[in-house]
């Protein structure tokens, strides 16, 4: 049973240019949340994606924006990067549908993509 | 949300037992407390999760007192890989309304 698996592993950039991460979930899972993790610190949340639309968000700008396909994979996709992004960008997976909105179930994450900007 | 509240930062040594505590005075009343474990350059992985009293799985226990103000992590005999960033989190609805904290830095010595 595959978890979640994110690509690519690691990822550099130069100031100004865009980026595209993706995301496939955990086998059965609908839901799929984007973090980024700065060095030191804990992941902050940026957006969830469930049913292909975009839930809820963090406290991130316009220039992050997400997409989630009917086979329940997402893509993260960020514009005219700047230096304070550089991050490990995490995914997690977990499910939603059958268990209520609010259901309590914790989620599987990915090993992150290293984004390093120039 | 309910925010929580741990130790930076806690060493011990290989064979013995680690409590971490988490404080979360505003948790609600249909909220969850979750641990997750993180190592370098991975992703958070789920340990455990409850709501009131105790739980045990293979790994760890998590004891949760009456007001639900607090909760424990309780690793028995720790050892060398158990070296990783230790977070709480309460309400974690499968990543809706998630908050990550700075989590407790656990340090594990030979």
């Known amino acids: 049973d595959a978890g979640v698996t994110q690509s690519p592993t690691h990822l550099i950039k130069t100031r100004g240019q865009q980026v595209t991460l993706r995301c496939s979930p955990k086998s059965g899972h609908d839901t799929v949340s984007w973090y980024q993790q700065a060095l030191g610190q804990g992941p902050q949340f940026i957006f969830q994606?469930?049913?292909?639309?975009?839930?809820q968000r963090g406290n991130f700008p316009d220039r992050f924006s997400g997409h989630q396909f009917p086979n329940y994979s997402s893509e993260l996709n960020v514009n005219a990067l700047l230096l304070g992004d550089s991050a490990l960008y995490l995914c997690?997976?977990?499910?939603?549908?059958?268990?209520?909105?609010?259901?309590?179930?914790?989620?599987?994450f990915g090993d992150g993509t290293r984004l390093s900007i120039l | 949300l309910a925010k929580t509240t741990q130790p930076i930062s806690m060493d011990s040594y290989e064979g013995q037992e680690v409590n971490i505590t988490c404080s979360h005075n505003n948790i609600a009343t249909n909220d969850y407390i979750t641990w997750y474990q993180q190592f370098p350059s991975q992703g958070p992985r789920f340990i455990i999760q409850g709501y009131k009293t105790k739980v045990t799985n293979e790994v760890a226990s998590l004891f949760i007192p009456a007001d639900r103000k607090s909760s424990t992590l309780s690793l028995p005999r720790v050892s060398l890989s158990d070296t990783a960033v230790y977070y709480c989190l309460v309400g974690d609805r499968g990543g809706f309304k998630t908050i990550f904290g700075a989590g407790t830095r656990l340090f594990v010595k030979a």
């Open positions: 997690a997976s977990s499910l939603a549908r059958g268990t209520g909105r609010n259901s309590n179930q914790p989620q599987h």
């Open positions: 994606y469930y049913e292909e639309e975009e839930r």
